[in-house]
Nanobody, 119 residues
Framework: QVQLVESGGGLVQPGGSLRLSCAAS????????MGWYRQAPGKERELVAV???????NYADSVKGRFTISRDNAKNTVYLQMNSLKPEDTAVYYC?????????????WGQGTQVTVSS
């Protein structure tokens, strides 16, 4: 069994910052990519940022220059530093992990954490 536990969401004013964390635990051999997705009301879930096991990153155009993804491989944890937040960043943010278990390769999702940007 694998669990992804997210933390760090909340309410912030426009221009503010938040840091999300996601820790993976369970019977994990290795983790390939870890990423953050978000889903706003009435919209489809979209990729925000992803980081591979060797540290390569990819960002949605809408967050480039404002968000930074990083990971601590020893802790199986991924972070998302969000700066200069805008109201349009309001969404539920989900952590995703592409990993190897004894049974093979699979993807897991966290439960989601709400980020609200509002004055």
């Amino acid at each position: 069994q694998v669990q992804l536990v997210e933390s760090g969401g909340g309410l912030v004013q426009p221009g503010g910052s938040l840091r999300l964390s996601c820790a993976a635990s369970g019977s994990i051999f290795s983790i390939n990519a870890m990423g953050w997705y978000r889903q706003a009301p009435g919209k489809e879930r979209e990729l925000v940022a992803v980081i591979t096991s060797d540290g390569s990153t990819n960002y949605a155009d809408s967050v480039k220059g404002r968000f930074t993804i990083s990971r601590d491989n020893a802790k199986n944890t991924v972070y998302l530093q969000m700066n200069s937040l805008k109201p349009e960043d309001t969404a539920v943010y989900y952590c995703n992990a592409d990993l190897w278990r004894r049974a093979g390769r699979d993807q897991y999702w966290g439960q989601g954490t709400q980020v609200t940007v509002s004055s």
